[in-house]
C-alpha cells in the first residue's frame, strides 16, 4: 500500500515502513495533511503550514517534530534565517507492506487507509458542488466509475506495473509546473475478487486482514 510519495525526476527505492510506532506518527490525520501539503506546495515553515491548514503554529511545530523524529519530513538546507526552520518531504516513497505487519501495525495501517479514503471521497464532494464554477477543469478532467475485468494473475501483475509506469510519467517537481497546472488527485482501487470457498473462516479473522 502506498501512502505517499514526494515528486521526482529519477525514482528512488521505497522506504518499507513496519514499524507500528513509525506507523502511528504516520496515520495522525493533520499529519497526513502536512506531508500532503508540503508535497503539493513545496517547503513550508510551521507559520505557513498553520495559515494554510487552520492550525496554530504550536500545534503545527509539534506534529512536524514527531514526523522528524521519524524522518518522514526533514529540514530544508538553506531556506531558513536564523531560528525560522522551512520543512520538506524527502523524495524517498513511503511503501507500507501488504505482509508481514504485527496485529498493532497492522491496526495503524488500517485506520491510515481508511482516512485517507475519507479525506479523497470528501474533496471529491467539494469538487462536484465547484464543479460548475472551474470552466474547463470541471468538464473533461476528472472520472468517477467502476469497471471489472476478467484477467489472468500475470495480466493483474501487468496491469499495476503498467498503472505505476503511467503515473510516472505525469509525475513531476512543483517547481517544474507550468503555471496553469493544478493538483489533480488519483486514487486507485483494485482487488481480484475471492471466490466463495476462498472468504474468511469467521468475522475475527476478517477484521485482523491487512491489505
Known amino acids: 500500500m502506498h501512502t505517499y510519495s514526494c515528486s521526482m525526476s529519477e525514482p528512488l527505492q521505497p522506504r518499507e515502513v513496519r514499524d507500528v510506532e513509525e506507523l502511528r506518527a504516520l496515520a495522525h490525520p493533520m499529519r497526513q495533511r502536512i506531508l500532503r501539503q508540503l508535497i503539493q506546495a513545496g517547503p513550508a515553515t510551521s507559520t505557513t503550514l498553520a495559515r494554510d491548514l487552520g492550525e496554530n503554529s504550536g500545534i503545527m511545530s509539534y506534529h512536524l517534530r514527531l514526523l522528524s523524529e521519524h524522518d518522514f519530513v526533514r529540514e530544508a538546507v538553506g531556506r531558513g534565517r536564523g531560528r525560522e526552520r522551512w520543512w520538506e518531504v524527502p523524495p524517498q516513497p513511503v511503501w507500507i507492506p501488504r505482509e508481514g505487519l504485527s496485529i498493532d501495525a497492522q491496526a495503524e495501517a488500517s485506520g491510515l ?31 468517477s466509475g467502476r469497471t471489472t475485468l476478467m484477467l489472468t494473475q500475470e495480466e493483474a501483475v501487468r496491469l499495476l506495473a503498467d498503472h505505476q509506469e503511467l503515473i510516472g510519467r505525469y509525475r513531476r517537481e512543483t517547481g517544474d509546473a507550468p503555471p496553469d497546472a493544478r493538483t489533480v488527485v488519483f486514487r486507485c482501487l483494485v482487488y481480484p475478487e475471492p471466490a466463495p470457498d476462498e472468504g474468511p473462516a469467521s468475522p475475527g479473522e476478517a477484521a485482523g486482514q491487512h491489505s
Do not use: N, Y
Request: charged letters at 30%; glycine letters at 16%; proline letters at 0%.
Open 113 to 143: 487507509q481508511s482516512a485517507g479514503w475519507a479525506e479523497d471521497l470528501e474533496g471529491f464532494g467539494r469538487f462536484r458542488a465547484a464543479r460548475q464554477a472551474m470552466g474547463e477543469w470541471g468538464r473533461e478532467t476528472w472520472v
